[in-house]
Each structure stands twice: as C-alpha cells, then as structure tokens.
C-alpha cells in the first residue's frame, strides 16, 4: 500500500483515522476545560493551565519515542526488514514503560517546585496540586499509549489508533462528569477520568498488539533495550520533544509574565484560549502524523518523486484546515469563550487575546509538515532545530521584548510575530531538502553488498 497506491488516496487513508484520533484526544482538554470552567470557575481554569504544561512534558516524552521509533518501522518495512522492525517496536514498549515511572517519580518529587516554575501562585496552587498528583501518577499509561498508537500508524494500521482513542476520549467524557460534579472532585476528578481513559486506551492497543492482527511480530525476545536502536529513537524523536519541551517552557515563561501583568485573570485566559486554539492544530497533527508513514517508507525504498508529492498535499491539505480555525477564532471569539466560562472579565480579556494569538495560525501547519519529513527520513537536527525555533528561539525573546513594550497586548502579538519567522526558516529548510533528495535521485541507488546491514541499523541517510 505504501509503496504503489496513489499518494491522494494513500494520504487520505493515513490520515483521516489520525485526525480523528488527535481530534479525539483534543476532545479531552476540551471536555475537562468545559467542566472545570463550569463547575470550578477561573481559579479551576488558572490551577489547570499551570499544571498543563507538566502534562504536556510526559506527553512529549511519549511521543519523543513513538516518533522516534515509528520512523525506524516505516524504513525497516520499506526495507523488507521485519526482524528489525519487531526489534525496534520491543525497544519502543520498554522505554515508554521506564521512562513513564521515571517520570511519575520524579515529577511527584518535586510537584511544589515544578507548579511554581510553572507560573503557580498561593490562589492557584491547591487546584493545580490536585489535578497534577493524578496525572504524574498515571505517566506509565500516557507513555506507553502514545507509543502503541504510533507504531500501529507506523506500519498503515491507522484505523487502531484512532479506535484507541475512540475509546478514551468517549470514556472520558461519560467519567468526566460522574467525577467532577456528581462525586464533586472538581479538578481532580478531571485528572482521574482522563487517567481512567487513557488505562483504557492502553488495555485496546495491548490486546491488538497480541492478537496476531499487526504486521509487526513481537515477541518477549525483542523487549530488550538496543542501544544503536534507543539512540536512532532518541535522536529522531527528540524533535518531538523539544516541541513540547519548548511548549512547556513557553507556558512557564507566559505564565510568569501574566502573572506579573494581571495575576490570575491573565494566566487563566490564557489557559482557556491556549487549549482552544490547540483544537486546531489536532488535525493537523493528524496529516503530519499520516504522511509520515509515506514519507519515511518512499525514502527507505528511494521513491523520491512519491515524497516531494506527499510533502505537497499534505502542506495544502493542513493549511486548509488552519484557515478555517482561523476563520472561525477571528470571527466568533467570545460565543467559543463563552461555552467554557461565564466569568464577564475572561470573556472580554480572553475575546481580545483569541484573535491576536490566531493571525499567524495559517503559517503553524506548513511548518509541522516540513518537521514531519525531517522526522520521516531520519534527519535528526534539522528535525530538532524546526521543532524548537518557533517556540524557543523565536517566540520567548519576542514575547519578553513585546511585553515590556505593550503589556499584555505584547505577550498576545508575540504568537504571530513569531510564527511569521518561523515559517520563512522552515520553508527554506524544506526547499533545501527537496533538492537535495533530487540529486540523490539523479544519483541512482547506492552499492549495497550482500550479507551488510547499514551500520547500527540506520538507513544511507542523504547528506
């Protein structure tokens, strides 16, 4: 399939089942932001969007590995080699399960530090706890569930991840409720049924990985840890994590701002509008996740012309989708607002904010695209620098000069200012690749011997 269907067609298949599932997952914060807001007001929204970001570091470490790991399977099965990619799922499995206990002990060690990095002050600090104390404890479940879904898309089966989160996200909103007002848990009770979805998320992907079903054979003799493998992981899905380690360094670092700037009324619109506006860019996650197979398989097998057309649709098709998000934010921001709050002075605070952040958001998804074909030929670095740049480089010395200068009006414009940097650097990143793919192309393939393997397993990589 990966190698003969029409890229349209193929594109489609990918990714429709990964847009549902991100838009699932979405469904989430969503929902728990929905009856938070509701039933525990601003201080609710302001304790959760502190303790998000946390959240988000055990998220991306999961999808550092799935990443990482989900292009090694797309090669090794462009290569034919099914024993390498039963190798590197067991390497993916194991190191989602240790680093999500590392995880829970480590963040549960220091959760006071940690929410006060994170922009916590003494009104927040209690709703924050509670919701943070769960989700550190379910970090095991988080890791390995983003690790499962990407080696099944990894390998075409994207239909069983979406199901996965189906079946979570659906879980969740049934419990949310149940916890949150009829046990009157308030935000932990948002933080236990997320953790009870995911639980069942993990007990889905676990059966279909046993069942016999996925093209990839695991056995107890490949669940140990290679260290060629766990660095070719690492090195490829660090891209991911730096993403997300930027993004929860940027909340840190506006939340500290806000909180200098207004206190906790800032912080929580921020919040609220941050996972909002994030809705967004679950589908198209969902296309980068789906070209990825495409793009990592065409390279291990040199179908050069097959990833320069992956790579074109896939931009058009999630920068479709971005205009219409903005669209919709720049056109309706206070009815959106007003479905998860009633607070007068979030609506108004949070109306203004909503249609600064999203001026650039048409820009974001060309640039995850052009990440996803770094990450899908195994290109660490650029990878790494794409990921990082838009919310490190760029946007942290904007938001602090912007915000000296105008006040919260420059903490708003410094998401779009920089998104316009980062889209010039990624387009001229990817249009470097392109031409160097061409030349490999013209160059033919290269000599391979019998009987030699690519040294440590990792594809000729171009230059």
């Known amino acids: 399939m990966l190698a003969r269907e029409k890229i349209g067609k193929l594109l489609w ?9 991100m838009v699932v997952q979405g469904m989430y914060n969503i929902v728990d932001t929905f009856f938070v807001g509701r039933y525990t007001g601003t201080l609710g929204i302001g304790g959760t969007a ?8 055990v998220m991306g470490i999961g999808m550092t590995i799935g990443i990482g790991g989900a292009s090694i399977l797309s090669r090794r099965m462009g290569e034919r080699n099914h024993e390498g990619a039963s190798t590197a799922l067991g390497n993916m499995i194991l190191l989602s399960l240790i680093t999500g206990v590392v995880c829970a002990a480590a963040g549960l060690a220091g959760i006071n530090p940690l929410l006060r990095l994170f922009g916590a002050n003494d009104a927040l600090m209690p709703y924050a706890t509670d919701y943070i104390t769960v989700i550190l404890m379910g970090s095991p479940l988080f890791t390995f569930s983003t690790v499962a879904s990407a080696a099944a898309r990894a390998e075409g089966n994207a239909k069983v991840a979406m199901n996965s989160l189906l079946l979570g996200g659906i879980l969740n909103v049934i419990l949310d409720p149940i916890f949150i007002i009829a046990l009157d848990m308030g935000v932990r009770g948002a933080a236990i049924a997320t953790v009870i979805a995911i639980a069942a998320s993990c ?6 990985l046993q069942s016999g079903r996925s093209e990839i054979r695991l056995g107890w003799g490949h669940m140990r840890l290679k260290a060629p493998i766990v660095r070719e992981i690492i090195a490829v899905g660090a891209s991911d994590f730096a993403r997300t380690a930027a993004m929860s360094l940027t909340s840190a670092i506006f939340n500290n701002i806000l909180r200098t700037l207004g206190g906790e009324l800032p912080i929580a619109v921020f919040g609220i509008t ?9 589908p198209i996650a969902g296309i980068a996740q789906g070209v990825q197979p495409i793009l990592g398989f065409n390279f291990g ?11 074109s649709l ?15 934010f720049l056109a309706f921001p206070a009815p959106i607002l007003g479905i998860f709050s009633t607070d ?32 899908a030929i195994g290109k660490a670095r650029p990878a790494i620098f794409l990921a990082f740049s838009r919310q490190v480089l760029f946007l942290i010395p904007v938001v602090i000069v912007l915000s000296r200068l105008l006040g919260l009006q420059g903490v708003w414009l410094s998401f779009p200012v920089s998104d316009v940097i980062a889209f010039v650097v990624t387009y001229a990143m990817v249009r470097r690749e392109l031409r160097l793919l061409a030349r490999m192309k013209e160059s033919g393939p290269p000599e391979r011997r019998v009987g030699v393997r690519p040294e440590r397993g990792i594809t000729p990589p171009a230059s």
């Open 344 to 375: 007068p002075k979030l609506l108004e605070m949070g109306s203004s904010a909503m249609r600064w952040l999203v001026l650039g958001l048409p820009l974001v998804a060309p640039q995850n695209i052009g990440t996803s074909l770094f990450q």
């Open 50 to 57: 502190v303790a998000f970001p946390i959240q988000m570091i």
């Open 301 to 311: 097998a040199r179908q050069f012309d097959r990833i320069r057309e992956g790579l």
């Open 13 to 21: 298949k990918l990714s429709y089942p990964a847009i549902i599932g």
């Open 274 to 282: 941050f996972r909002i506006i994030s809705f967004v860019f679950m």
């Open 314 to 328: 896939a931009s058009r098709s999630a920068t479709a989708l971005a205009l219409v998000g903005f669209t919709v």
């Open 203 to 208: 007990v889905f992907l676990l059966a279909y």
